[in-house]
């Protein structure tokens, strides 16, 4: 696995850790704040030595007095954001209300580990679990929840250092938050947004990710941090709503010609919709999840069996013994 040994300074005491590898699920950017004698985590690695090498690199910006990370906020709460939360003991973990709410619905590092080294390797879920997620250790790990939850907005201070967290969510997940340093005019959007890839969004509509993306615009930074990819500046994430607003426009068009979900996702796909993107079989999720809202479905969105079909995609096109 490689990875950076080093942080990247974003704007005075913010450092990025940003695992990079476009076209791989997983590698989430990880912030750091640093002031004072105080310093803040956005978002944690996926497993433990993921979680030590960023601990390892960011020895040299942590301030003189700061011997640890004592706060650590979660964008969301998929694993491959918090799953390093356990890597701080008593550290102050901030997320959303709902975020903590809906943590029961999330893939446990114990079902993550099944799914690598349990299913069958010959079947789609099976082999894409190994493809995508075989790198990571998911023994030893445990989800450890937020000890400071809240709703609409909380303001966090690190010493010199403002920060305003701002719920979006639902959009990604059901909890999503931003995190705003208006005096750095720096956002750090979790996976609100994504760079290099195409998108996976599980809670959707698409229209509440396009609302999430305008807080953000709206809010006028310099500087955008994604869930994972590069950097992006202000105009990438226009860029990305245009994305969003074609993607939605597709979906509800084949909705409304009665098309199944899976032939709707087919037919996009096979147009090149954005093909120069990678990962292109969540086209699939994004596809299923906006049929779930158009069709009324209010309940959870199952992660691992909308992975499943973007499984089945991907092994029929790039498996072993197709075409792709």
């Known amino acids: 696995m490689n990875l950076p040994d080093g942080l990247t300074p974003v704007a005075d005491g913010l450092h990025l ?95 993550m580990h099944f799914l690598t080294h349990q299913t069958p390797a010959d079947q789609p879920l099976g082999w894409y679990a190994r493809e995508h997620f075989g790198r990571y250790e998911y023994e030893g790990v445990e989800s450890v929840p937020p000890t400071t939850t809240f709703s609409g907005r909380y303001s966090l201070r690190v010493a010199d250092i403002e920060a305003e967290l701002i719920e979006v969510g639902p959009a990604h997940s059901a909890g999503d938050l931003i995190v705003h340093f208006p005096q750095q005019r720096v956002i750090c959007a979790g996976d609100v947004l994504f760079a290099d890839d195409h998108p996976v969004h599980w809670n959707g509509p698409l229209a509440r990710i396009i609302s999430a993306a305008e807080t953000i615009v709206a809010l006028d930074p310099v500087v955008v941090v994604p869930g994972h990819g590069p950097v992006m500046g202000p105009q990438d994430v226009r860029d990305y709503i245009t994305y969003l607003r074609e993607l939605e426009a597709l979906v509800q068009a084949h909705h409304a010609a009665g098309v199944p979900a899976g032939e709707a996702a087919a037919d996009i796909l096979a147009s090149g919709f954005y093909d120069h993107l990678g990962l292109r079989e969540r086209i699939v999720i994004l596809t299923a999840v906006e049929y779930r809202h158009l069709d009324g479905d209010e309940s959870d969105p199952d992660l691992v069996r909308l992975a499943a079909q973007a499984a089945d995609w991907a092994y029929r096109h790039h498996g072993p013994g197709s075409s792709g």
Request: charged share 15%.
């Open 17 to 111: 850790w940003s695992p990079g590898h476009a076209g791989t699920w997983g590698y989430a950017n990880c912030l750091l704040v640093t002031s004072g004698e105080q310093a803040t985590l956005v978002d944690t690695p996926y497993d433990r030595p993921m979680t030590e090498a960023l601990i390892a690199a960011a020895r040299p910006v942590l301030p003189a007095g700061a011997a640890a990370v004592r706060t650590i906020v979660n964008t969301h709460v998929n694993g491959d954001h918090t799953f390093g939360n356990g890597c701080f003991p008593g550290a102050e973990i901030i997320a959303t209300k709902a975020s903590a709410e809906h943590l029961c619905h999330e893939p446990s590092p114990q079902q």
